[in-house]
Protein backbone atom coordinates (compact mmCIF):
# COMPACT_ATOMS: atom_id res chain seq x y z
CA UNK A 1 0.00 0.00 0.00
CA UNK A 2 1.35 3.15 -0.81
CA UNK A 3 0.27 6.19 1.16
CA UNK A 4 0.51 9.56 -0.48
CA UNK A 5 1.35 12.41 1.81
CA UNK A 6 2.23 16.23 0.91
CA UNK A 7 5.98 16.79 -0.26
CA UNK A 8 7.27 13.03 -0.13
CA UNK A 9 7.79 11.28 -2.72
CA UNK A 10 6.94 8.07 -2.20
CA UNK A 11 8.13 4.66 -2.73
CA UNK A 12 7.60 2.72 -5.80
CA UNK A 13 7.93 -0.69 -7.36
CA UNK A 14 9.09 -0.13 -10.92
CA UNK A 15 9.28 -3.94 -13.36
CA UNK A 16 8.18 -2.59 -16.35
CA UNK A 17 8.64 0.26 -18.64
CA UNK A 18 5.09 2.36 -18.71
CA UNK A 19 3.01 3.09 -15.46
CA UNK A 20 -1.31 2.73 -16.02
CA UNK A 21 -2.52 4.62 -13.18
CA UNK A 22 -6.61 4.94 -12.89
CA UNK A 23 -8.33 6.65 -10.05
CA UNK A 24 -12.36 5.74 -10.76
CA UNK A 25 -14.44 2.76 -10.36
CA UNK A 26 -14.53 2.82 -14.02
CA UNK A 27 -11.63 3.58 -14.59
CA UNK A 28 -9.56 0.91 -12.48
CA UNK A 29 -12.20 -1.54 -13.87
CA UNK A 30 -10.63 -0.45 -17.22
CA UNK A 31 -6.70 -0.70 -15.75
CA UNK A 32 -7.03 -4.45 -15.18
CA UNK A 33 -8.49 -4.89 -18.31
CA UNK A 34 -6.09 -3.15 -20.41
CA UNK A 35 -3.00 -4.83 -17.99
CA UNK A 36 -4.27 -7.92 -20.01
CA UNK A 37 -4.10 -6.82 -23.42
CA UNK A 38 -1.17 -4.42 -22.93
CA UNK A 39 1.46 -6.07 -21.19
CA UNK A 40 4.14 -3.59 -20.32
CA UNK A 41 2.26 -1.82 -17.19
CA UNK A 42 2.62 -1.71 -14.07
CA UNK A 43 -0.92 -0.53 -12.41
CA UNK A 44 -1.63 1.31 -9.99
CA UNK A 45 -4.68 2.43 -8.71
CA UNK A 46 -6.85 3.23 -5.53
CA UNK A 47 -7.42 1.20 -2.58
CA UNK A 48 -10.87 1.98 -2.20
CA UNK A 49 -11.69 0.09 -5.32
CA UNK A 50 -9.44 -2.61 -4.34
CA UNK A 51 -11.04 -6.30 -6.22
CA UNK A 52 -8.79 -7.98 -3.37
CA UNK A 53 -6.47 -9.85 -5.62
CA UNK A 54 -3.64 -6.85 -6.39
CA UNK A 55 -0.70 -8.63 -4.38
CA UNK A 56 -1.24 -11.89 -6.44
CA UNK A 57 -1.24 -9.31 -9.81
CA UNK A 58 1.18 -6.80 -9.01
CA UNK A 59 -0.94 -4.19 -8.67
CA UNK A 60 0.12 -1.20 -6.66
CA UNK A 61 -2.41 0.69 -4.55
CA UNK A 62 -2.46 4.01 -3.13
CA UNK A 63 -4.46 6.39 -0.99
CA UNK A 64 -4.42 10.21 -1.16
CA UNK A 65 -4.30 12.22 -4.07
CA UNK A 66 -2.86 11.08 -7.51
CA UNK A 67 -1.36 14.47 -8.11
CA UNK A 68 1.21 13.37 -5.28
CA UNK A 69 1.86 9.72 -7.24
CA UNK A 70 2.70 11.18 -10.29
CA UNK A 71 5.87 13.49 -9.61
CA UNK A 72 7.58 9.40 -8.68
CA UNK A 73 6.14 7.92 -11.78
CA UNK A 74 7.79 10.69 -14.24
CA UNK A 75 10.97 10.17 -12.98
CA UNK A 76 11.02 6.08 -13.00
CA UNK A 77 9.03 5.45 -16.21
CA UNK A 78 9.55 5.83 -19.73
CA UNK A 79 5.98 6.61 -19.98
CA UNK A 80 2.53 7.29 -18.19
CA UNK A 81 -0.61 5.95 -19.55
CA UNK A 82 -3.56 7.72 -17.19
CA UNK A 83 -6.88 6.71 -17.08
CA UNK A 84 -7.98 10.09 -15.73
CA UNK A 85 -9.23 13.49 -17.49
CA UNK A 86 -7.10 15.50 -20.03
CA UNK A 87 -7.53 18.71 -18.02
CA UNK A 88 -6.59 17.44 -14.72
CA UNK A 89 -3.44 14.93 -16.23
CA UNK A 90 -2.27 18.75 -17.71
CA UNK A 91 -2.74 20.87 -14.72
CA UNK A 92 -1.03 17.78 -12.33
CA UNK A 93 2.20 17.32 -15.21
CA UNK A 94 3.08 21.30 -15.57
CA UNK A 95 5.42 21.35 -13.00
CA UNK A 96 7.45 17.91 -13.72
CA UNK A 97 7.83 19.14 -17.27
CA UNK A 98 11.50 20.00 -18.25
CA UNK A 99 12.27 19.39 -21.97
CA UNK A 100 10.98 16.95 -24.64
CA UNK A 101 14.56 15.75 -24.70
CA UNK A 102 14.00 13.85 -21.23
CA UNK A 103 10.12 13.82 -19.93
CA UNK A 104 8.63 10.64 -20.72
CA UNK A 105 5.64 9.84 -22.75
CA UNK A 106 2.48 10.90 -21.17
CA UNK A 107 -1.05 9.25 -22.27
CA UNK A 108 -4.52 9.72 -21.34
CA UNK A 109 -7.89 7.44 -21.58
CA UNK A 110 -11.20 8.64 -21.37
CA UNK A 111 -13.20 6.82 -18.69
CA UNK A 112 -15.00 5.35 -21.16
CA UNK A 113 -12.05 3.67 -23.01
CA UNK A 114 -13.01 5.21 -26.47
CA UNK A 115 -9.78 7.52 -27.14
CA UNK A 116 -6.00 7.18 -26.12
CA UNK A 117 -4.60 10.74 -26.35
CA UNK A 118 -0.47 11.56 -27.42
CA UNK A 119 -0.21 14.54 -24.41
CA UNK A 120 3.53 14.99 -24.06
CA UNK A 121 6.67 13.49 -25.93
CA UNK A 122 4.86 12.32 -28.94
CA UNK A 123 8.40 12.28 -31.07
CA UNK A 124 11.44 11.93 -28.86
CA UNK A 125 9.46 10.05 -26.13
CA UNK A 126 7.45 7.60 -28.46
CA UNK A 127 3.91 8.73 -26.68
CA UNK A 128 2.42 8.81 -30.63
CA UNK A 129 3.75 5.53 -30.97
CA UNK A 130 2.93 4.34 -27.82
CA UNK A 131 -0.52 5.85 -28.68
CA UNK A 132 -1.24 4.05 -31.32
CA UNK A 133 -0.53 0.55 -30.15
CA UNK A 134 -2.12 1.48 -26.33
CA UNK A 135 -5.21 1.96 -28.83
CA UNK A 136 -4.98 -1.15 -30.89
CA UNK A 137 -4.84 -3.41 -27.84
CA UNK A 138 -7.62 -2.14 -26.33
CA UNK A 139 -9.98 -1.41 -29.65
CA UNK A 140 -9.95 2.95 -28.80
CA UNK A 141 -9.52 5.57 -31.21
CA UNK A 142 -5.44 7.12 -31.08
CA UNK A 143 -5.86 10.94 -30.79
CA UNK A 144 -2.45 12.31 -32.02
CA UNK A 145 -2.20 16.36 -33.01
CA UNK A 146 1.18 16.79 -34.10
CA UNK A 147 2.09 18.27 -37.61
CA UNK A 148 4.09 14.96 -38.77
CA UNK A 149 4.42 11.66 -37.50
CA UNK A 150 7.17 9.43 -36.54
CA UNK A 151 8.91 7.22 -39.24
CA UNK A 152 6.56 4.65 -40.47
CA UNK A 153 8.37 1.18 -39.30
CA UNK A 154 9.04 -0.68 -36.12
CA UNK A 155 8.77 0.52 -32.90
CA UNK A 156 11.01 -2.13 -31.57
CA UNK A 157 10.19 -1.80 -27.99
CA UNK A 158 6.73 -1.53 -28.93
CA UNK A 159 6.39 -4.52 -31.49
CA UNK A 160 3.64 -6.61 -31.10
CA UNK A 161 2.39 -4.90 -27.83
CA UNK A 162 -0.91 -4.56 -29.07
CA UNK A 163 -1.33 -8.31 -29.67
CA UNK A 164 0.45 -9.27 -25.78
CA UNK A 165 3.53 -9.77 -27.32
CA UNK A 166 6.66 -8.95 -24.70
CA UNK A 167 10.56 -9.24 -25.35
CA UNK A 168 12.46 -11.63 -23.33
CA UNK A 169 15.35 -8.93 -22.59
CA UNK A 170 15.66 -5.63 -22.93
CA UNK A 171 19.54 -4.74 -22.72
CA UNK A 172 19.36 -4.58 -27.36
CA UNK A 173 16.51 -3.18 -27.50
CA UNK A 174 18.61 0.03 -28.32
CA UNK A 175 21.14 -0.72 -30.96
CA UNK A 176 18.50 -2.81 -32.38
CA UNK A 177 16.05 0.41 -32.77
CA UNK A 178 18.93 2.05 -33.92
CA UNK A 179 19.71 -0.57 -36.74
CA UNK A 180 15.96 -0.44 -37.72
CA UNK A 181 16.16 3.98 -37.51
CA UNK A 182 18.74 4.17 -39.32
CA UNK A 183 17.53 1.40 -42.45
CA UNK A 184 20.59 -1.02 -41.46
CA UNK A 185 20.02 -4.45 -42.97
CA UNK A 186 17.38 -5.95 -40.43
CA UNK A 187 16.15 -9.97 -40.32
CA UNK A 188 12.72 -10.76 -38.93
CA UNK A 189 11.76 -14.00 -38.49
CA UNK A 190 8.21 -14.85 -37.33
CA UNK A 191 7.69 -18.62 -36.13
CA UNK A 192 4.23 -18.27 -34.76
CA UNK A 193 1.90 -15.11 -33.14
CA UNK A 194 -0.08 -12.51 -34.67
CA UNK A 195 0.86 -12.01 -39.03
CA UNK A 196 -1.29 -8.35 -39.45
CA UNK A 197 1.31 -6.41 -37.18
CA UNK A 198 2.77 -4.05 -40.04
CA UNK A 199 0.09 -0.81 -38.85
CA UNK A 200 1.19 1.68 -41.67
CA UNK A 201 -0.26 1.80 -44.82
CA UNK A 202 2.54 1.96 -46.69
CA UNK A 203 4.91 -1.27 -47.93
CA UNK A 204 7.60 -2.19 -45.10
CA UNK A 205 11.29 -0.24 -45.71
CA UNK A 206 13.68 -1.84 -47.76
CA UNK A 207 15.71 -2.41 -44.86
CA UNK A 208 13.69 -4.58 -43.03
CA UNK A 209 14.03 -8.61 -44.33
CA UNK A 210 11.41 -11.28 -43.59
CA UNK A 211 12.90 -14.62 -43.62
CA UNK A 212 11.02 -18.28 -43.36
CA UNK A 213 13.91 -19.48 -40.94
CA UNK A 214 16.30 -18.63 -38.95
CA UNK A 215 18.86 -20.58 -40.78
CA UNK A 216 18.37 -18.28 -43.73
CA UNK A 217 18.55 -14.89 -41.30
CA UNK A 218 22.01 -16.07 -39.85
CA UNK A 219 23.16 -16.80 -43.38
CA UNK A 220 21.82 -13.25 -44.61
CA UNK A 221 24.42 -11.84 -41.76
CA UNK A 222 21.87 -8.45 -40.68
CA UNK A 223 23.11 -5.97 -38.78
CA UNK A 224 20.10 -6.75 -36.34
CA UNK A 225 17.18 -9.28 -35.99
CA UNK A 226 14.09 -9.69 -35.04
CA UNK A 227 12.94 -12.83 -33.61
CA UNK A 228 8.93 -13.46 -33.00
CA UNK A 229 9.42 -17.32 -31.35
CA UNK A 230 7.53 -19.23 -28.64
CA UNK A 231 10.31 -21.26 -28.74
CA UNK A 232 13.79 -21.21 -26.69
CA UNK A 233 16.51 -20.57 -29.39
CA UNK A 234 19.12 -23.62 -29.55
CA UNK A 235 22.68 -22.74 -29.18
CA UNK A 236 23.21 -22.37 -32.64
CA UNK A 237 20.48 -19.81 -33.38
CA UNK A 238 21.68 -17.43 -30.83
CA UNK A 239 24.13 -15.77 -33.28
CA UNK A 240 21.44 -13.70 -33.46
CA UNK A 241 20.86 -12.40 -30.48
CA UNK A 242 24.05 -10.52 -30.44
CA UNK A 243 22.20 -7.57 -31.56
CA UNK A 244 19.07 -9.15 -31.25
CA UNK A 245 15.21 -8.96 -29.41
CA UNK A 246 13.16 -11.93 -28.83
CA UNK A 247 9.83 -11.38 -29.05
CA UNK A 248 7.33 -14.09 -26.99
CA UNK A 249 3.79 -13.78 -29.09
CA UNK A 250 0.49 -15.43 -26.44
CA UNK A 251 0.89 -18.86 -28.94
CA UNK A 252 0.46 -21.23 -25.77
CA UNK A 253 -2.19 -22.93 -24.00
CA UNK A 254 -2.27 -24.98 -21.74
CA UNK A 255 -4.45 -28.15 -20.83
CA UNK A 256 -4.79 -29.41 -17.52
CA UNK A 257 -6.69 -31.54 -15.38
CA UNK A 258 -6.12 -32.24 -11.06
CA UNK A 259 -7.44 -34.10 -8.23
CA UNK A 260 -9.53 -31.80 -6.20
CA UNK A 261 -7.51 -29.84 -3.88
CA UNK A 262 -4.08 -30.09 -5.88
CA UNK A 263 -1.19 -27.73 -3.96
CA UNK A 264 -0.39 -24.70 -6.04
CA UNK A 265 3.09 -25.29 -5.81
CA UNK A 266 2.53 -28.77 -7.37
CA UNK A 267 0.65 -27.00 -10.35
CA UNK A 268 3.09 -24.03 -11.06
CA UNK A 269 5.77 -26.77 -11.19
CA UNK A 270 4.68 -29.22 -13.20
CA UNK A 271 3.46 -26.41 -15.76
CA UNK A 272 7.60 -25.13 -15.51
CA UNK A 273 9.08 -28.20 -15.74
CA UNK A 274 6.76 -29.87 -18.94
CA UNK A 275 7.85 -26.25 -20.94
CA UNK A 276 11.50 -26.33 -20.04
CA UNK A 277 11.36 -29.76 -21.42
CA UNK A 278 9.31 -28.27 -24.68
CA UNK A 279 12.10 -25.53 -24.65
CA UNK A 280 8.89 -23.29 -24.85
CA UNK A 281 8.73 -19.86 -23.01
CA UNK A 282 6.09 -19.48 -20.34
CA UNK A 283 6.11 -15.81 -21.54
CA UNK A 284 3.93 -17.20 -24.62
CA UNK A 285 1.68 -18.76 -22.70
CA UNK A 286 -2.00 -17.33 -23.63
CA UNK A 287 -4.52 -19.04 -21.43
CA UNK A 288 -4.64 -22.20 -19.52
CA UNK A 289 -8.19 -24.53 -19.87
CA UNK A 290 -9.48 -27.49 -18.05
CA UNK A 291 -13.03 -28.35 -17.39
CA UNK A 292 -16.01 -26.61 -15.86
CA UNK A 293 -15.98 -28.91 -13.02
CA UNK A 294 -12.78 -27.14 -12.19
CA UNK A 295 -13.67 -23.48 -12.38
CA UNK A 296 -13.19 -23.00 -8.46
CA UNK A 297 -10.13 -24.89 -8.25
CA UNK A 298 -7.84 -22.57 -6.24
CA UNK A 299 -4.37 -24.05 -7.27
CA UNK A 300 -5.64 -22.91 -10.81
CA UNK A 301 -7.26 -19.95 -10.38
CA UNK A 302 -3.72 -19.27 -8.23
CA UNK A 303 -1.56 -19.72 -11.43
CA UNK A 304 -3.28 -18.27 -14.11
CA UNK A 305 -3.63 -14.56 -11.67
CA UNK A 306 -0.52 -15.25 -10.83
CA UNK A 307 1.10 -15.29 -14.38
CA UNK A 308 -2.25 -13.12 -16.04
CA UNK A 309 -3.09 -16.27 -17.75
CA UNK A 310 -6.52 -16.26 -19.48
CA UNK A 311 -8.57 -19.22 -17.46
CA UNK A 312 -10.98 -20.83 -19.70
CA UNK A 313 -13.43 -23.98 -18.79
CA UNK A 314 -15.32 -25.67 -21.12
CA UNK A 315 -18.47 -28.29 -20.44
CA UNK A 316 -18.01 -32.05 -20.78
CA UNK A 317 -20.37 -31.83 -23.95
CA UNK A 318 -17.76 -29.22 -25.20
CA UNK A 319 -15.03 -31.20 -25.03
CA UNK A 320 -16.24 -34.75 -26.14
CA UNK A 321 -16.98 -32.48 -29.42
CA UNK A 322 -13.13 -32.75 -29.78
CA UNK A 323 -10.80 -36.04 -31.54
CA UNK A 324 -9.52 -37.24 -28.70
CA UNK A 325 -5.84 -38.81 -28.93
CA UNK A 326 -6.42 -40.97 -25.80
CA UNK A 327 -9.65 -41.05 -24.80
CA UNK A 328 -10.76 -42.45 -21.14
CA UNK A 329 -13.57 -44.33 -20.05
CA UNK A 330 -12.03 -43.90 -16.57
CA UNK A 331 -12.24 -40.06 -16.81
CA UNK A 332 -15.76 -40.16 -18.92
CA UNK A 333 -17.55 -41.95 -15.76
CA UNK A 334 -15.99 -39.42 -13.14
CA UNK A 335 -16.54 -36.12 -15.50
CA UNK A 336 -18.73 -37.12 -18.25
CA UNK A 337 -15.95 -36.34 -20.79
CA UNK A 338 -13.25 -38.60 -22.15
CA UNK A 339 -10.90 -36.26 -21.46
CA UNK A 340 -9.81 -33.22 -19.80
CA UNK A 341 -6.18 -31.77 -20.78
CA UNK A 342 -6.01 -32.81 -24.21
CA UNK A 343 -9.78 -31.57 -25.56
CA UNK A 344 -9.19 -28.41 -23.76
CA UNK A 345 -5.93 -27.46 -25.14
CA UNK A 346 -7.25 -28.02 -28.74
CA UNK A 347 -9.97 -26.24 -28.51
CA UNK A 348 -9.18 -23.37 -27.15
CA UNK A 349 -6.23 -23.51 -29.54
CA UNK A 350 -8.68 -24.29 -32.34
CA UNK A 351 -6.43 -27.15 -33.91
CA UNK A 352 -6.44 -30.53 -33.41
CA UNK A 353 -2.43 -31.34 -33.26
CA UNK A 354 -0.78 -31.16 -29.93
CA UNK A 355 2.76 -30.47 -28.96
CA UNK A 356 2.32 -32.50 -26.06
CA UNK A 357 -0.73 -35.20 -26.02
CA UNK A 358 -1.57 -35.83 -22.19
CA UNK A 359 1.15 -36.46 -19.33
CA UNK A 360 0.73 -37.18 -15.88
CA UNK A 361 2.73 -35.98 -13.57
CA UNK A 362 1.81 -36.57 -9.87
CA UNK A 363 -2.18 -34.75 -8.98
CA UNK A 364 -2.02 -33.30 -12.80
CA UNK A 365 -2.46 -34.47 -15.90
CA UNK A 366 -0.84 -31.61 -18.56
CA UNK A 367 -1.19 -30.98 -22.05
CA UNK A 368 -0.17 -28.29 -24.82
CA UNK A 369 -1.45 -27.19 -27.92
CA UNK A 370 -0.19 -23.79 -30.17
CA UNK A 371 -2.75 -21.34 -31.29
CA UNK A 372 -3.65 -21.43 -34.97
CA UNK A 373 -2.95 -17.72 -36.21
CA UNK A 374 -4.60 -16.62 -39.54
CA UNK A 375 -1.41 -16.31 -42.44
CA UNK A 376 -1.83 -12.43 -43.62
CA UNK A 377 0.53 -10.53 -46.17
CA UNK A 378 3.06 -8.12 -44.54
CA UNK A 379 2.77 -5.89 -47.97
Known amino acids: MIELQEGIIPEIIVKKPYALVAITKHGVAHARRYAALFPYVDVYYMEKFSYGDENLRGIQLFTGSVRMLLPALFKQYKGM ?87 DAED ?23 RNW ?65 PFEEVEQVILQTLEELQLSVKSVKALATIDLKKD ?6 VTAKYDWEFVTYTPEQLNEMPLPNPSETVFKYTGAYGVSEPAAMRYAN ?25 ESYE
Not at 233 to 256: C, H, T, W
Request: aromatic residues 4%.
Open 81 to 167: ILIISLGAVVRMIAPLLIDKKVDPAVLVVDDKGEHVISVVSGHIGGANALTKEVAEAIGAKPIITTASDVQKTIPVDLFGARFGWVW
Open 172 to 194: KLTPVSAAVVNEEPVAIVQETGE
Open 198 to 262: WMHDTPMPDNLHIYNAIEDAIAAKPNASLLITDRILAENEQVLLANGVVYRPKSLVIGMGCNRGT
Open 297 to 302: EEALLQ
Open 351 to 375: RTELILPKKKSGNTTISVARLLFEE
